[in-house]
């Protein structure tokens, strides 16, 4: 992409990452990220208070750092995006106070950006613009979601979503009931890579007249609580629990309910390019089978490498950069964070 | 010299600009809408003066102590503007800017109530939500060279109002406590909440004086949330 596309900062600080991106047109320069997931990691879990305080002492120096790597200065910037909802609400707050900083101390226009829509739209910086339709199947600790994407700019759409537990916090609940250390996910990865597919875990939403009401939705609860009866019925009878075959198990259920559905989404609505996204798509094993079905179906599957899964600065400004290319009018200063922004509002 | 003064400590949404002796604000009580009215209001306030970001020579932010949420708006903010403009940024303790007020009788923005007396202590009692308050103590009197100056006697702190010593309570006091505490705090002076030009112009006497103001925030409590090992020590 030339030198005159847009260069945009993107800042995310919906959860416990802060995260400042900086893309030119399509092409990434800089993704920065300062994590508070080691201090939350002795409270079993995100302390939103514990993000906040993190963010709001990161924030400059992830913007500095951004800055450095991909040696521009903040005054060459032509927009600044960043994710004003959904997440968590105090956390939010600093990244959008301080974005608003940025375009008003810079005289530059201000992108209030979904965090869904950014995970998707992260893909255009790592294997070139989005295929329109696409469908997305985004899984995070947050969010378990099908989107149909016809311009990730301004149309998104939702076939589906968890009625529960999103993907990841099963991984993270499953995860602690093998006494694994939080996030459970990458470990059950790990272990599960060891054990066998001995065990038959349910698979919600998957049957019957599921498949009619909740054609595209998610459930994992039943699994996770079948998952930790299993375990605790083994315990309580003296045996050892065969963790691997246990995170395997687990791992193989999830990642058929979610690559089935994903798959027969593209078939039902004619799309034929699959993307993946969100924190639990660094799954090994959800990558294979995805690969192996979309394969089958004939559909091209698309996954950002890991570190563009998880949240991230860089999704935003793939976003923001975006919005300045197709001419979408800047947000308003006054734009709020809003901890439950619908995943089809792209734009606040 | 052109400083601009951020708080978002209080109720209020505090901006200010002060050259050292003139000074402007501007304010919007709404103790949700930090995140949504800040920029704006800061945008207005710097046209409204016709002033350009680029103009500005530092920026002050207040500290807190005060809801979190809110005031790591002000201060991120602040922080942010600062990098962004290439200028130094400081903090000041919110509580003492509104001891300041209290004293000054040009920036009255709150109230009618007592006037302050020119010796003696002020309280200053701010909303902390959950029953408490934000609250330090100052004592009035003239500083060397003849100028009224404000003394903090206490570091701030934060505890339920009927907690507080009755002699303490008693004093002249400053902030949203007496409004919430009616009872409590039977002696509101002045102001509610921080005055954004204050704060500037309290900045600007500060760097003259060299005086250190670290931008640290007062939250003074930690957060809600046991560890995986306190836990287990509490079943
Ligand atoms: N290899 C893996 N296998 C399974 N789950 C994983 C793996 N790596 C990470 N995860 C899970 O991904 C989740 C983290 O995702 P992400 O980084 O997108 O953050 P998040 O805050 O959950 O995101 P969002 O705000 O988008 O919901 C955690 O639940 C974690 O356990």
Redesign the pocket.
């Known amino acids: 992409m030339s030198s005159d596309a847009p260069l945009v900062l993107g800042i995310e600080t ?4 802060t995260g400042v991106g900086i893309v030119r047109g399509e092409t990434l320069l800089a993704d920065e990220i300062a994590s508070s997931v080691d201090e939350h990691a002795r409270f079993g879990g ?1 302390v939103p208070e514990v993000a906040s305080r993190a963010h709001l002492e990161a924030m400059v120096p992830t913007i500095e750092r951004a800055c450095r790597t991909a040696g521009v200065g903040l005054r060459d910037l032509d927009a600044v995006a960043v994710t004003s909802g959904p ?1 968590l609400a105090g956390a939010l707050m600093v990244g959008v106070a301080s974005a608003k900083a940025l375009a008003l101390s810079l005289g530059v226009p201000l992108y209030g950006v979904n ?2 829509a950014s ?1 998707v739209a992260v893909d255009i910086v790592e294997h070139g613009p989005l295929p329109e339709p696409t469908l997305a199947l ?1 899984v ?4 378990s979601s099908l989107l149909l994407v016809p311009d990730v700019t301004h149309d998104v759409r939702s076939l589906g979503s968890t009625i529960d537990d ?4 099963a ?2 609940k499953v ?1 602690r009931v093998l006494g694994m250390p939080f ?4 470990h ?2 790990r272990a599960a890579r060891s054990g066998e597919v001995a065990l038959d875990f349910p698979r919600g939403l998957t049957t019957g007249r599921d498949m009619q009401r909740y054609r595209f939705d998610f459930s994992f609860s039943g699994l996770k609580t079948a998952v930790s009866r299993w375990v605790a019925a083994r315990e309580a009878s003296g045996e050892p629990v065969p963790v691997a075959d246990v995170a395997a198990s687990f ?1 193989e259920a999830v990642v058929d309910v979610l690559t089935r559905k994903a798959v027969l989404a593209c078939r039902e609505h004619g799309v034929g390019h699959l993307q993946i996204g ?3 798509a ?3 094993r ?1 990558r294979a089978m995805a690969a192996e079905r979309c394969a089958a179906a004939g559909v091209e599957l698309r996954v950002p490498r ?1 570190g563009l ?3 991230n600065g860089a999704m935003v400004a793939a976003l923001g950069a975006q919005m300045v290319l197709r001419g979408r009018t800047a947000s308003d200063l006054s734009l709020p964070a809003d901890s439950s922004l619908p995943v089809t509002v792209v734009q606040s | 010299m052109l400083i601009l003064g951020i708080d978002t400590a209080t109720s209020a949404i505090a901006v200010g600009l002060s050259d050292g002796e003139r000074t402007a604000s501007a304010l919007r009580i709404d103790p949700k809408g930090h995140a949504e009215h800040l920029a704006p209001l800061v945008g207005d306030l710097l046209a409204g003066e016709g002033v350009s970001p680029g103009e500005l020579t530092a920026i002050v932010v207040g500290t807190g102590p005060g809801p979190f949420t809110g005031l790591r708006v002000g201060m991120v903010t602040g922080l942010t503007m600062g990098h962004a403009l290439g200028v130094p940024v400081h903090g000041i303790c919110s509580l003492d800017v509104l001891a300041h007020q209290a004293l000054c009788d040009e920036c009255e923005s709150g109230r009618p109530g007592h006037r302050l007396r020119t010796h003696g202590d002020v309280l200053v009692a701010t909303d902390a939500r959950r029953k408490e308050v934000y609250w330090a103590r100052y004592r009035v009197g003239a500083a060397p060279d003849g100028r009224q100056a404000l003394l903090p006697l206490t570091q701030p702190a934060v505890d339920r109002p009927a907690e507080l010593p009755a002699d303490l309570r008693e004093l002249p006091t400053a902030g949203r406590g007496p409004v919430l505490y009616p009872d409590l705090f039977p002696h509101p002076v002045g102001p509610l909440d921080v005055d954004g030009g204050v704060l500037a112009r309290l900045g600007a006497l500060g760097l003259r004086d060299g005086r250190d103001m670290p931008v640290e925030p007062l939250y003074l409590r930690r957060p809600d949330a046991l560890t995986t090992a306190e836990r287990g020590a509490g079943r």
């Open positions: 919906s959860c416990d990452e995100v997440g965090h869904l995970h985004l995070s600790g947050g969010h999103a993907a990841g916090e991984f993270d995860a996030p459970g996910g990458p059950i990865d791992q969100g924190g639990v660094a799954n090994s959800l890991p899964c998880t949240d």
